[in-house]
């Protein structure tokens, strides 16, 4: 019998960024949403970018740490990312993250895809 859940196609190349914030209890649904839709239009003003996704914790283990949300962006390759982290358009990103002070904590991990 074959489920009818669609699995979103998952780029087989390059360099994956991810991203885990942990929201204050405080963050209205309003503002992560807010950061969501910036987070996501990055990949429309930065080159390199080749694939954005994000979802959150749904995991029943209990290790989240708090952490909830969590955002993937693929690269072409580690001088992409390297390009993005200064890059203007993510500096207007990180300004918005300090100006509505949702955040409690981040982590970030990069690697490369293999299959």
């Known amino acids: ?3 009818n859940l669609s699995t979103p196609t998952q780029p087989s190349a390059g360099l994956r960024h991810v991203v885990v ?3 204050k209890p405080d963050a209205s649904e ?3 949403q807010g950061v969501t839709d910036a987070f996501r239009e990055l990949q429309h003003k930065i080159d390199g970018i080749t694939h954005f996704e994000y979802g959150i914790n749904n ?7 708090g952490f909830s949300h969590i955002y993937q962006l693929t690269f072409t390759d580690a ?3 390297d390009a993005y982290l200064p890059h203007p358009e993510h500096a207007k990103f990180g300004q918005l993250l300090g100006e509505l002070e949702v955040l409690e904590g981040v982590f970030v991990v990069d690697y490369p895809a293999q299959p």
Not at 59 to 65: F, K, N, R, V, Y
Request: hydrophobic letters at 35%; charged letters at 30%; zero cysteines.
């Open 1 to 3: 019998m074959a489920d």
């Open 21 to 23: 914030f942990k929201y």
């Open 30 to 32: 309003s503002d992560i």
């Open 59 to 65: 995991s029943p283990e209990g290790l989240d740490q």
């Open 79 to 81: 001088a992409a990312r």
